[in-house]
């Protein structure tokens, strides 16, 4: 399911599409073009994703749009920042827009996703609108979660969310897995995660786990270079994340093509599903923002890496000028897009500061999917609080 904003802004696009084939004729446009991506490394694989990639025009169009959507929602949510509309943590998600938006290009509605505190990328790609993404940042009750979980807590159906806790998210990701195969669905869990957290002793008992049993995870490192302001080469023994499942398989994918994303992922859901068990991408990737917008991002590293990475890397411009010299689409229908994005998160983000807060009486609410205990403890003990239910409890 695409997510509401990208079908929203897609519309126009699906209707020049329409006609295609007479307008096609005339400009020559292209209906599919192949592209060959950086080599993929292999653990313990005999053979690998494809490094030849095809892409139809209807597909580049989309994937343009939500690659530029995230990056434009992004932008906002820094800018939310600094006026202190946004309070508390806010991990941006600029530099990554390739993996989320190349995974899910090749994930299937049944397949579930659960990730780390820099969410707002993937929450948008799982189906949240911009709006209800920039909403819960702001605390308002059009929020995803009503404006209480802000920018690590948001979930939609077959998303569990982001997760505070520092590589938590990858025994839990392994406990939706197992739980899709004791149910017996045909899906998978992907369980994102930062190099950072890639050392954190939780991760290997999950890898431990999932390989005995043989569960349908996707356990993949966004190896963004940095764990905080400490590089990947200070904190690792080994940076080949990829292999650090030893007796699980492993790819290295250029986390930022997206194309190069989407093949490694294909591969990943077919080995899940084969009943071969747990495999783990290394999406190598990279963070134009600090850690958090607490963190300038300069102090550890040079604005000259940032500005190279930028200039020969950057999986937003890199796309745009596969698609244009391959004739797929032209410039005026990408600048067209990118107005039409500027207008949908210029809305989203009015909205994000002038719709109101969930009243004082329901911050206790729907704390529990299910409730055996009516009151909720106060302060202190002897005045509690109401529970009460007030949306339907998701993914249960």
Known sequence: MLPICVRNLGKKALQTQKTIPAAAAKANYATEASFETKPFRLHKLDDGPSTNVTLNREDALKYFTQLHGIRRMETSAGNLYKEKIIRGFCHLY????????????????????????RAHGWTYMMGVSMKGVLT???????????????????????????????????????????????????????????????????????????????LPCIYVCENNGYGMGTSSERAAASTSYYSRGDYIPGIWVDGMDVLAVREATKFAVEHCTSGKGPIILEAATYRYSGHSMSDPGTSYRTRDEIQEVRQTRDPITSFKEKIVASNLVTPEELKKLETEIRVAVDEATKKAKTDKEVPMEELTGDIYATTYEPKIRNITPFNPLDHKRYGQAVNL
């Open 94 to 117: 600029s530099g990554q827009e390739a993996v989320a938006v190349g995974m899910k290009a090749a994930l299937r509605p049944q397949d579930a996703v659960i990730t780390a505190y």
């Open 136 to 214: 819960e940042l702001t605390g308002r009750e059009s929020g995803c979660a009503r404006g209480k979980g802000g920018s690590m807590h948001m979930y939609t159906e077959n998303f569990y969310g982001g997760n505070g806790i520092v590589g938590a998210q990858v025994p839990l990701g392994t406990g939706v897995a197992l739980a899709m195969k004791y149910q017996k669905i045909d899906g998978v869990c992907v369980s994102l995660y930062g190099d950072g957290a890639a050392n954190q002793g939780q991760v290997f008992e999950a890898y431990n786990m999932a390989k005995l049993w043989n």
